[in-house]
């Protein structure tokens, strides 16, 4: 009898570890799944970001950012634009910029969905034609998406060499 109890006892035991096992792998699995989807609905908002620059689509941009969505520049070295705030800053902030060139393209090199998929690292190419034949503006980037639920941006950090887009613009002398 106390064999029998003492069997029932593990197996019982095994039983329940075997059934939380099952439902914390398909909790897991489910949320992998999850993520994995969000990354993905979050990189292709990256890209679509881009598409919407190299189109000079000022209502594109804006549509992809949150109500409190933000830009930040933290290498602006003081001669370039700190960033933005809202929707309304970003529409302000890029309205002045399409007109002063003539057109854009974006080399993504890498992109990365990171472990949290709400935040998309990415690195790649801008160059940029300026106006009268002046040239191509040209410079390596490196930046950090964070986007809400709802898969809009809450946060752009565009990280550039300021000294070779101070040269590029002929601000070589701006800088401190």
């Known amino acids: 009898m106390k064999y029998v109890l003492v069997v029932l006892m593990i197996t019982g035991v095994l039983f329940t570890s075997c059934n939380c096992d099952k439902v914390e792998n398909n909790t897991e699995k489910e949320e992998v799944i999850m993520g994995s989807e969000i990354a993905k609905r979050n990189k292709a908002n ?13 209502d594109q941009v804006v549509a992809l950012f949150a109500e409190n969505g933000k830009q930040v520049n933290p290498y602006n ?7 933005a705030e ?4 970003i529409r302000q902030y890029w309205t002045p910029v399409f007109p002063n060139f003539d057109g854009m393209t974006f080399h993504i090199e890498e992109i990365y969905a990171m472990e949290d998929p709400t935040i998309v690292f990415l690195k790649y190419k801008g160059d940029i034609k300026l106006k009268n034949n002046a040239g191509v503006y040209s410079n390596n980037y490196y930046s950090t ?14 990280i550039f060499d300021p000294i070779v887009a101070a040269k590029g613009f002929g601000l070589l002398d701006r800088i401190k």
């Open 86 to 89: 809202g929707k309304e800053g």
């Open 46 to 58: 990256t890209l679509a970001f881009f598409k919407a620059l190299e189109a000079e689509s000022v």
């Open 77 to 83: 070295a003081g001669i370039f634009p700190t960033g």
């Open 145 to 158: 998406f964070k986007f809400n639920e709802a898969g809009k941006i809450t946060e752009y950090v565009e």
